[in-house]
């Protein structure tokens, strides 16, 4: 796909994600990596009002190529790409009911979003907490680092969701799926809830594959 393309698809799917109350004001940033760096969207730009001609463009090393300045995350996109060699986009998004279980003092920092549906193992896989820091500090991309590639997808603690796939629909797809699955796990939070067995799990991965 042209880079041109890639871009058209960044702001389509951006504005769809806004609209949808994925993220709001200027939260949220998205990345997807091309031939030659890596594409971004800007600092302090609004996932709904995005243009494809100022979205950041970065070389391999992270400087900045072209358009506008990048979102301070960059630290914490980089990182991804670095240790998780399958990750050709990564999502963070500030979505309503993820950001409320990276909140919850309860949620299990090994496994916070749990079995619940056989689409969340299919399509998120197994999420790991992150310890807080700051929005933007670098230290982020060196949390990411120390899980070694081993999940796609993970919380930053008290900030939101940050989800990796092999492109950009996968990984807007697997982000949406991680938002709705913790709304799930908000709304049955107290009720008696069956999850999906170890089996259950086993067979998913067998027959669909790795995220």
Known sequence: ???????????????????????????GNISVAVEDGLLMTPTNSCLGFLDPARISKLDHHGNLISGDKPSKEIFLHRAFYETRKQAGAVVHLHSTYATALSCLSDTNPD?????????????????KLVPYVRPGDERAGDLIRQLGGAFGAVLLANHGPVVTAKDIESAVYAAEELEETAKL???LRGAPTRMLSNANVEELKAVFGGY
Request: one cysteine or more; aromatic letters at 6%; glycine letters at 6%.
């Open 1 to 27: 796909m042209s880079e041109s393309k890639i871009r058209e698809h960044i702001v389509r799917l951006s504005k769809s994600l806004f609209e949808r109350g994925f993220s709001v004001g200027s939260a």
């Open 185 to 187: 796990l908000v709304m």
């Open 111 to 127: 496994d916070c979003i749990p079995p619940l549906t056989p689409y969340v193992v299919m399509r998120v896989g197994q999420v």
